[in-house]
C-alpha cells in the first residue's frame, strides 16, 4: 500500500446470487461489481461516477463491509477490512462512516435529532450522557443547524435541513473517511451547492477523506482530487478532474459529458447519443463490455476485454482504441496513480 494513500481496494467484485426454484437454486448472477481497483489519498477525494445502475453504489458500501464483497482485498489505512470481525470490525467503523442519498429515508422518523446525531457517540462510548447534548449541539452548529433543532423529528425539516442531519451523523464521531453516495442528487438545484460547500469545508476542516459517489459530472469535478468513471461493473477510464474533462479518451466518458448541460446554449456542443441500452449486468457481452452502444468498435473490441491502461501520463483507460490493452486471465490489477504520488497539503 502506498504511503499516502488511506484507502486501497485492489480486484473488487460482488456478485448478487440469481435464484429460481422450490429450493432456490442459483441459476446465475448479477455482476454489479467486476474487478475494480483505486487508492483514495488522505485528505483528497475521488469521485466515482457513472449512470444508474453501473455498480458504485455497490462498490461503496463493499468498501465499508454494509454489502460482504465477492472477492478483492480493500485495506483502511494498512489494515485488512475484510479480515476483520466482531469488536474489531466495530472500532474499525468510527473511522469509516457514509452519507446516504435519500435525506428522507435514510433518517429514523421516530428519533429526535439529538437521538440520531448522537447515537454514534454513545454506541463508540466517546461522550458519557451529560456530555452528549453539548456535543451534539456543537456538530449541529458546524454543519448549519441551530440547537433548538435537537429536540425535534425529522419531519419538520426540509430536505437540505435532512441531509445537513445526516452529515452530523456521519462526522459526529470524528470518522477519517466517509462515503458521499450520491449526497445531492435528491436536493432541490438551490440547495445541492450549499451542501457541497459545507462537505468541502468539513473536509479542509477536519482533514477527511471522501469517495465522492454521483452521476452529476459537474458536482464531480469541482470536490474531486481524480475521477473514476464506471460501466457495467467495471472502471473505464480514470484521471485528475482537468485532464478527464478537457481531453476524454474513452467513448463512454464522452458521452458522459455531452449530456452535461451548459449554461450558454449557444456554445453549439453536440450531444452524444448512444444506441440501445445498457446490457444486462446477468449476461454482460464478450470483450469490452462497452462495445455493443459503441461507434468505434472494431472486431478487437468484440473478443478481447480491456484492461485499465495508463496511455499518458496520470490518465488510464479501458479502450484498445486509444492504446490500451488487453487483459490476460490472472493478471493482477495495475496499480493505482495514487500510489506513485506525494500527499499535497489540504
Known amino acids: ?26 441459476v446465475a ?23 444508474s445502475g453501473c455498480g458504485k453504489t455497490t462498490a461503496g458500501r463493499c468498501v465499508l463491509r454494509l454489502i460482504e464483497p465477492t472477492s478483492g482485498q480493500v485495506r483502511f489505512g494498512g489494515t485488512d477490512v475484510r479480515a476483520l470481525r466482531g ?62 433543532a435537537m429536540d425535534r423529528y425529522p419531519h419538520e425539516f426540509s430536505g437540505g435541513q435532512r441531509q445537513r442531519i445526516g452529515i452530523a451523523r456521519a462526522v459526529a464521531i ?33 482533514r477527511l477523506t471522501y469517495l465522492f459517489i454521483a452521476h452529476n459530472l459537474a458536482v464531480v469535478e469541482q470536490v474531486s482530487r481524480e475521477v473514476a468513471v464506471m460501466y ?5 477510464e480514470r484521471a485528475s478532474p482537468e485532464e478527464l474533462y478537457r481531453h476524454p479518451l474513452h467513448p463512454y466518458t464522452r458521452a458522459l459529458l455531452s449530456a452535461v448541460p451548459e449554461p ?23 470483450g469490452c463490455p462497452f462495445h455493443p452502444r459503441c461507434s468505434e468498435a472494431h472486431a478487437e473490441c468484440r473478443e478481447l476485454r480491456p484492461r485499465l491502461t495508463e496511455v499518458r501520463a496520470g490518465h488510464w483507460c479501458a479502450c484498445l482504441r486509444v492504446g490500451g490493452i488487453a487483459e490476460k486471465p490472472g493478471e493482477p490489477a495495475p496499480p493505482s496513480p495514487a500510489a506513485a504520488t506525494e500527499e499535497e497539503p489540504v
Open 1 to 26: 500500500m502506498s504511503e499516502n494513500a488511506l484507502l486501497e481496494v485492489r480486484d473488487l467484485v460482488k456478485h448478487f446470487p440469481v435464484r429460481k426454484g422450490l429450493l432456490g437454486r442459483t
Open 29 to 51: 448472477h448479477v455482476k454489479a461489481v467486476d474487478g475494480i481497483s483505486f487508492d483514495v489519498p488522505r485528505g483528497k477525494t475521488l469521485g466515482l461516477v457513472g449512470e
Open 87 to 148: 469488536e474489531e470490525l466495530r472500532s474499525l467503523r468510527r473511522n469509516m462512516q457514509i452519507i446516504f442519498q435519500d435525506p428522507y429515508s435514510s433518517l429514523n422518523p421516530r428519533m429526535t435529532v439529538e437521538g440520531i446525531v448522537g447515537e454514534g457517540l454513545t454506541l463508540h462510548k466517546l461522550a458519557k450522557r451529560g456530555e452528549r447534548r453539548e456535543r451534539v449541539a456543537g456538530v449541529l452548529e458546524r454543519v448549519g443547524l441551530s440547537a433548538d
Open 174 to 206: 470524528e470518522p477519517g473517511f466517509i462515503v458521499c453516495d450520491e449526497p445531492v442528487s435528491a436536493l432541490d438545484v438551490s440547495v445541492q451547492a450549499q451542501i457541497v460547500n459545507l462537505l468541502m469545508d468539513l473536509q479542509r476542516d477536519l
Open 232 to 236: 457495467l461493473g467495471r472502471l473505464v
Open 264 to 286: 450558454d446554449p449557444e456554445t453549439g456542443r453536440e450531444r452524444i447519443r448512444l444506441p440501445g441500452e445498457v446490457p444486462s449486468p446477468i449476461n454482460p457481452p464478450p
